[in-house]
Each structure stands twice: as C-alpha cells, then as structure tokens.
C-alpha cells in the first residue's frame, strides 16, 4: 500500500513538472516569435522610409508584424530610424515586443 501512495505521488509530481515545463517553453516560443515580428516590422518601415521601398512605412511594418503572427502596437517614424511595437495574443495574456532600425549612429 505504501509502494503504491508513492508511486501515485510521483506521477503526480512529475505530471505537474511536466505542465509547467511545456507552459514555460510554449512562452518562450511565442516570445521569440513576437521578438522576431517586431524586428521584421521596424526593419519593413526603415527600409521604406529610406526609399529603398515604395510605400508609406507603417503599412509596411503593419504588414511585415501580420506575416510574423503579431498586430502592429504602434509605430514611429523618425529621419530614418524606425521604432515598433507589436503584440500577439497569448493564452489569456498579450505578449509585446519593440524593435528599432534605422542606420547606425554617427559619431
């Protein structure tokens, strides 16, 4: 009878390890994924506001944020450095992310 109590406790404790191991890497996953959308929306709106791309940069970032899973947060342009943030929904919370691009400081 004891054999058997720990037998079901220890199923039970790595069962619980287990959720909350796959809850952990799922967040991590959606964070990356996130990160990744918020930086190919900034680089999507400085790319058009140097010229490169033909467009208005922040349907552009809107765009690039779509592609990578997220929603478009807010974006602002100035000179030619871009800054994003993007949101994705996870679970019952939001996971968000900002990203600049632009050309490197002078100096």
Known sequence: M???ALAVGSVA???TLLVGFAGAGVAA??????SGAADAAALA???TASGRVVGVPCE???SAARLGGAD???CA????VATVEVSAPFGAFTARAR???GPPPSG
Do not use: I
């Open 45 to 47: 709106a400085a790319d």
């Open 60 to 62: 552009h970032a809107a």
């Open 2 to 4: 004891a054999g058997s």
């Open 29 to 34: 996953a959606t964070s990356a994924r996130v």
């Open 13 to 15: 404790v790595v069962a």
């Open 99 to 101: 990203a600049r691009a």
């Open 72 to 74: 478009l947060a807010s």
């Open 77 to 80: 342009v100035d000179g030619l």
